[in-house]
């Protein structure tokens, strides 16, 4: 099963950029999709970002536009790039894959973002 680890989270002042990146620590044996999700303190988790085997993106409402996700070449580790960070951004932010045979998924640890004003 495939240990995800997240990196890149941290404080940030609005308006801002920072750079998420997930990788599996183990190898991956299927074709599967990722995804980012994020949880704030109080609220519920939340859809942030997906991009699947054949590289296709989408994004939540709140971040499209600002955020990015993509793959490196060899779609080792996804990225998430996110612009023009929001005070409503902070949260901790996991990546989540999944098998798309659904035999299998995995949750990283997360890393947190916290965004001031």
């Known amino acids: 099963q495939a240990q995800l680890v997240e990196a890149g989270g941290g404080p940030v002042q609005a308006g801002g950029a920072l750079s998420l990146s997930c990788t599996s620590s183990?190898?991956?044996?299927?074709?599967?999709?990722m995804s980012w999700y994020r949880q704030a303190p109080g609220k519920e988790h939340e859809f942030v970002s997906l991009?699947?085997?054949?590289?296709?993106?989408s994004y939540a409402d709140s971040v499209k536009d600002r955020f990015t996700i993509y793959h490196d070449n060899a779609q080792t580790r996804v990225y998430l790039q996110m612009n023009n960070l929001e005070t409503e951004d902070t949260a901790m932010y996991s990546c989540?894959?999944?098998?798309?045979?659904?035999?299998?998924?995995?949750w990283g640890q997360g890393t947190q973002v916290t965004v001031s004003s």
């Open positions: 989540h894959l999944s098998c798309t045979d659904g035999a299998s998924e995995a």
């Open positions: 991009i699947d085997s054949k590289g296709r993106t």
């Open positions: 183990t190898y991956i044996s299927c074709i599967y999709d």
